[in-house]
């Protein structure tokens, strides 16, 4: 079943400034919140939906991403991007979210969001790794096609010594005496709301809800160590110089038990040999000499699948465009193919022979080669139209 529209979801328009966005997903979220529709599975979709939406158009990079490629920016599975909160559970929702708005689920002791009880208790969840930034340079015929890249990161991964607890053995670990184990620390206030939750990370052991009293020899104590990994990334066809991808969770490894972060991949184009692009379009920029523009002939133009022979009628004027259909690049989030424009220069010699000299100098006071516009021919700004279009 498709995604709905994250801005329908909300209920914005698509130029909601963040205050909007932000005052659009606390209507939602106190609509559909689990504690005041307890056991009503379509209320619990309705919220995780609303969460997914904020957590993309609360966020610029992602935000940008999702207005360019829509819910593919996002897909997961096969090394595909993602970036949204897609398969966000409840525990996710109410870690990234429920400060903003009071808290999601108790992270235990009594009292909700809305100052009730009967939130089920947050698990202890330790630090969230940091993002990893990485370029990947495409030529147009990968990004003609999309590519497969296996590229080699450094990154934070987790301890196997310790399977990432920071502790050299699990007689060196204790439960935290600031937050007794749940990770989190809660406040309750009064609003013209009612009570609300606000809940937090403890801060005396980061949210993983343990102490440790003797480091792991491995990682000294981190949870984490450095290594090369070798990761798939599946580029989609049509992306452009300047586009920001991200591969959710293959950043570094969160600290004793958080979740990662992601991995952000940033495109650039190789320069080709002979094509240019524009968008959707290539542009090719063909010499002719004066003979063969008169005469007309046929000549072969590369294209990024190889090369055509296209024919170039006797008359020819310098600035002609030709357009070979389909044989530009496809279109990121949409069905089509752009053209490949090829535009007419014509060549003129810089040394000449004495023969070449007397040859051109007598065809120069011929009527038929004097410059003469007729009727049909299109001028500059007609040609330019036309590559435009």
Known sequence: MAK?????????????DDNQVKKAYRKKAMKYHPDQNPDNKEAEDKFKEAAEAYDVLSDGNKRARYDQMGHRAF???????????????????MDQFGGMFGGGASGGGGG???????????????????NLRIKVALTLEEIATGVTKRIKVKRQTQCGTCDGSGAKDSSSVSTCTTCGGAGVVRQVRSTFLGQMATTTSCPTCTGSGKMIKANCLNCKGEGRVYEEDTIEVNVPAG???GQQLSMRGKGNSGRRGGPSGDLLINIEEKEHESLQRDGQKLIFDLHLNFADAALGTSVEVPTITGKVKI???????????FRLRGKG?????????GDQLIHVNLWTPKNLTKEETTLLEQMRDMENFKPKLEKGDKGFFERMKEYFS
């Open 75 to 93: 897909e997961q599975g096969g090394g595909g991007f993602s970036g949204g909160a897609g398969g966000m559970t409840m525990e996710d929702i």
């Open 329 to 337: 690049l496809p279109a990121l989030q949409a069905y089509g193919t």
């Open 4 to 16: 709905k529209d994250y801005y329908e979801v909300l209920g914005v328009e698509k130029d909601a």
């Open 112 to 130: 909700s969001f809305f100052g009730g009880g009967g939130g089920a208790r947050r698990q202890p969840r330790g630090e969230r790794g940091s």
């Open 311 to 321: 024919k170039i009628p006797p008359g020819t004027q310098s600035g002609k465009i």
């Open 239 to 241: 992306v452009e110089e």
